[in-house]
């Protein structure tokens, strides 16, 4: 596929985008996770049918965006940032894909601007998780102990193993590749804003945490749930209820996976996704790949 990488200042900073395909084919946005990039979705998209203009976002505090000098990690900022460049694209219709924090974001969106997302896909997020699951416990550790600062490349791979032994070697690289930069020490540091990224998770503003539920009600558009089968962070029983909720979602389990389910299964988490967004009709349900 073709790539292009640009910037674009949108609601006062400058964010990175990179897209994959004819800019005349149907747009498909992509939003990472919390420590995430766009690049992450990098394999996804080659292993998507020809006919669709992937646009990745490195959103604000992560990848070559720009940190947030307020620490305005919230839903709500995100919602404003895609607003943004939805506006800035002049995209009136597309597909909308997000993992983690990214398909909190995607949900809110979706349910904000229901004639502007075609299909929705949400990779392991949903209602409570982001607060309440051994998973979101798992990140606010993770969060929390993460060191600053390594003296060197291996000493930050060694960290980066034993965080996510799950994934492939590749994927981790990938990772390190993507979320550090060299320190004129000769070290390596974070490239996402770790400190005001943590601050936000550990100590939220309450206010500013957003209730699912509601958007799910509010969803007009197919929605495809894509959970890892050994998630610890989005339920077998949430994503029930996510069905429950709103008749348009339909739930999609994929074996030994966990959360990060693009790294872990990354052909049939692709077979998924190409499968929803190519089908005709929806049909409610819940079935295992």
Not at 45 to 73: E, F, H, K, M, T
Not at 97 to 114: D, E, F, Q, W
Not at 201 to 214: A, E, F, G, K, S
Not at 259 to 284: C, G, N, S, T, W
């Amino acid at each position: 596929m073709q790539r292009r990488d640009y910037s674009l200042t949108l609601t006062g900073l400058q964010f990175h985008v990179t897209e994959w395909g004819d800019p005349q084919d149907f747009p498909l946005l992509l939003l990472h996770g919390i420590r995430g990039y766009g690049e992450t979705f990098a394999d996804l998209v080659q292993r998507l049918p020809s006919g669709y203009r992937c646009i990745a976002l490195d959103q604000r505090g992560r990848g070559q965006s720009d940190w947030d000098p307020g620490c305005n990690y919230y839903t709500d900022t995100y919602v404003a940032d895609m607003e943004a460049l939805v506006a800035r694209l002049g995209l009136r219709q597309f597909d909308l894909l997000g993992h983690s924090m990214g398909g909190i974001n995607a949900i809110v969106y979706a349910a904000r601007h229901p004639s502007q997302v075609r299909r929705l896909v949400i990779e392991d997020a949903g209602p409570g998780a982001f607060e309440n699951s051994p998973g979101a416990s798992r990140i606010r550790r993770e969060l929390a102990t993460t060191p600053s600062h390594f003296g060197s490349w291996e000493e930050a791979s060694i960290f980066m193993r034993a965080l996510r032994p799950t994934v492939t070697e590749e994927a981790r690289q990938q990772r390190l590749d993507n979320m550090l930069k060299a320190t004129a020490d000769g070290g390596y540091t974070w490239r996402y804003d770790h400190v005001g990224i943590s601050a936000t998770r550990l100590m939220p503003d309450i206010t500013r945490v957003v209730d699912l539920r509601p958007h799910l009600m509010a969803l007009a558009c197919p929605t495809l749930v894509v959970r890892g089968e050994r998630s610890d962070y989005l339920s077998a029983a949430i994503a029930a209820e996510m069905r429950q909720i709103n008749a348009r979602v339909l739930t999609c389990t994929i074996a030994d996976a966990g959360h990060y389910i693009h790294d872990d299964q990354p052909e049939a988490f692709a077979r998924a996704v190409r499968e929803f967004l190519q089908q005709e009709q929806q049909d409610k349900g819940e079935k295992t790949s």
